[in-house]
């Protein structure tokens, strides 16, 4: 039996995935799934995902290390905020993780003021749609545009 303390909840004697309705490329292209190269050998294989990935597995820790390179290295704060975004939109985890262990510089770029100048310039920066989108023109159909949310069971916390 394989486990994973941030992915499978368990993987039975056959193989078969508890838990979890993807498999393949549909891991590595959902954010809340894909954990980058932090995936071992056997959840890459069980996961339909062998192959998919460069063959060098990084724990989170190592992952860490490198993007904070990186947003360090980057030249102004929306240029950290567009490299934020772009992890969050492909590894939810590793970006919480960031952002909650690095609080301190991190908020001046996920809130104010960078994401007001990263409002002013949406246009130029937008990667793919995050949220749910409802205007003043969706008056009288926000109930049908809820139902459009990707996901069955919301929670506010």
Same mark, same amino acid.
């Given at each position: 039996?394989?486990?994973?303390?941030?992915?499978?909840? #368990?993987?039975?004697?056959?193989?078969?995935?508890? +838990?979890?309705?993807?498999?393949?490329?549909?891991?590595?292209?959902? =954010?809340?799934?894909? @954990?980058?190269? #932090?995936? /071992?050998? =056997?959840? %890459?294989?069980? $996961?339909?995902?062998?192959? $998919?990935?460069? =063959? /060098? &597995?990084?724990?989170?820790? *190592?992952?860490?290390?490198?993007?904070?390179?990186?947003?360090?290295?980057? !030249? /102004?704060?929306?240029?950290?905020?567009?490299?934020?975004?772009?992890?969050?939109?492909?590894?939810? @985890?590793?970006?919480?993780?960031?952002?909650?262990?690095?609080? *301190?510089?991190?908020?001046?770029?996920?809130?104010?003021?960078? &994401? +007001?100048? #990263?409002?002013?310039?949406?246009?130029?920066?937008? %990667?793919? !749609?995050?949220?749910?989108?409802?205007?003043?023109?969706?008056?009288?159909?926000?109930?049908?545009?809820?139902?459009?949310? =990707?996901?069955?069971?919301? @929670? &506010?916390?």
């Amino acid at each position: 039996m394989v486990r994973s303390t941030s992915l499978l909840r #368990a993987v039975s004697k056959d193989n078969h995935i508890l +838990g979890l309705r993807s498999r393949g490329i549909d891991i590595i292209r959902n =954010p809340r799934t894909n @954990k980058g190269m #932090a995936f /071992t050998l =056997p959840e %890459r294989q069980v $996961l339909g995902i062998h192959g $998919l990935l460069p =063959p /060098t &597995v990084l724990t989170q820790e *190592e992952q860490l290390y490198r993007t904070m390179q990186s947003f360090t290295r980057q !030249p /102004t704060d929306l240029d950290r905020y567009i490299l934020l975004a772009g992890l969050q939109d492909r590894n939810e @985890k590793l970006f919480y993780r960031i952002v909650s262990e690095n609080v *301190e510089s991190m908020m001046p770029i996920v809130y104010t003021p960078t &994401v +007001g100048l #990263a409002c002013q310039r949406f246009g130029l920066i937008y %990667r793919r !749609p995050r949220g749910l989108f409802v205007t003043i023109h969706d008056r009288g159909h926000v109930f049908e545009l809820l139902s459009n949310w =990707p996901e069955e069971s919301v @929670k &506010v916390q």
